[in-house]
């Protein structure tokens, strides 16, 4: 009797052990994983901040000399990111310029104006993240580019660390 | 010219065999009167859009430092039958390049183009084409012109109208040989780019 109530007393502990280290290794994966999850969308804010950029300053003189095609060109090296589900410039008085999609569709995206005096703006909008940036040619806003990518990069991610965190927590608990 | 009505039919009491030819002429001065009106619209049209390429191409073109630094103000010259008129004055007025003023002149000779950085050569000069570009041949002055053949016979951008847009090419090595350097920029929205 006093054994059986020392064996269950001794798997009480160390069921309350696992519960507690098992919480414990839960919180800090949680932890992780959402400050990953932050860095992550920071990273692609920047990266496509960065792209919207080059995409923008080597469309200047497609913008100024009214060639389309030359910026259309310039938009589909963006096809060397599979993450970028569609681009497009417009004008400065607001006008589709130029678009690019990885399948080839034309539709030109229809996105709120840059809020005023901003120079670049992004949101998170149904699955995508779009950053818009205003093309400034010395010191006069010549147009503006809009590139819209999905957050597939995001959510594999998480799932690998979902898997890695379960794998290692299954691992440490048996 | 009234209408009367007889035996339920409206006639025309003025309206006369003879008449029929003025009606024709009426009509043919009336479309010849419309056409006119909208060629000078996209003429004029045209005119602003080169005014502003012109103006737009000082930003894709690098100067050897002593022909920037020899004038207070950035000069687009004109060579021989102006046909800007006032469009200059709308589109580039008071606007600056590489920090100096823009100025609009108008002049008669190649030899007057010393101060210029760039030079739009009329199409009423073609004739005399060759002996411009004789005389600009040691100024670094980017030359411009409409005219067919511009660049072909030595001169630097050439607008060229395609499917009713502006466009224009460039003759890459009479830009070097005078010292200027063309932006890859440029060069990319050039419909050709000749060497030589």
């Not at chain 2, 409206?10 to 024709?24: A, E, I, K, N």
């Not at chain 2, 823009?102 to 101060?115: E, M, N, T």
């Amino acid at each position: 009797m006093l054994i059986g109530s020392g064996a269950s007393i001794t798997k009480r502990l160390t069921r309350m052990n696992v519960l507690v280290s098992g919480a414990a290794l839960l919180m800090a994966c949680a932890a992780f994983v959402t400050y990953d999850w932050i860095t992550s969308r920071e990273a692609m804010v920047h990266n496509l901040s960065i792209q919207a950029q080059i995409a923008g300053s080597n469309s200047v003189s497609a913008l100024l000399f009214n060639d389309p095609q030359s910026a259309e060109n310039t938009l589909s090296a963006l096809k060397a990111a599979p993450n970028i589900v569609s681009a497009c410039i417009y004008t400065a008085e607001g006008l589709a310029f130029a678009s690019y999609s990885p399948n080839g569709s034309r539709e030109a995206l229809t996105l709120p104006a840059l809020p005023l005096g901003q120079l670049e703006h992004h949101w998170f909008q149904d699955g995508h993240l779009v950053v818009a940036r205003k093309i400034v040619f010395e010191g006069k806003p010549t147009g503006t580019v809009y590139i819209r990518s999905d957050l597939q990069e995001i959510s594999h991610r998480l799932k690998r660390y979902a898997a890695i965190a379960a794998a290692g927590i299954s691992s440490a608990l048996n | 010219m009234r209408a009367h009505r007889s035996s339920g039919i409206y006639r025309c009491t003025g309206c006369s065999r003879g008449s029929f030819p003025q009606l024709v002429a009426l009509a043919a001065l009336s479309v010849f009167i419309l056409t006119s009106i909208l060629h000078a619209q996209s003429a004029h049209t045209e005119y602003q859009v080169k005014a502003a390429y012109l103006y737009n191409f000082a930003k894709f073109v690098e100067w050897p430092p002593e022909v920037m630094s020899s004038d207070s103000s950035f000069n687009i010259c004109v060579l021989g039958r102006d046909p800007f008129d006032s469009t200059f004055q709308t589109t580039i007025a008071g606007e600056s390049i590489k920090g100096k003023n823009v100025l609009v002149k108008r002049i008669p000779r190649a030899q007057d183009a010393s101060g210029c950085q760039i030079l739009f050569i009329s199409s009423f000069e073609e004739a005399r084409l060759k002996d411009i570009l004789d005389v600009l041949d040691k100024m670094s002055v980017l030359t411009v012109s409409d005219m067919p053949q511009f660049t072909r016979r030595g001169g630097m951008i050439q607008f060229v109208t395609e499917a009713n847009r502006v466009r224009f090419e460039v003759n890459l090595t009479s830009a070097e040989r005078t010292g200027l350097t063309l932006s890859s920029q440029l060069l990319k929205v050039a419909i050709g780019v000749r060497r030589g």
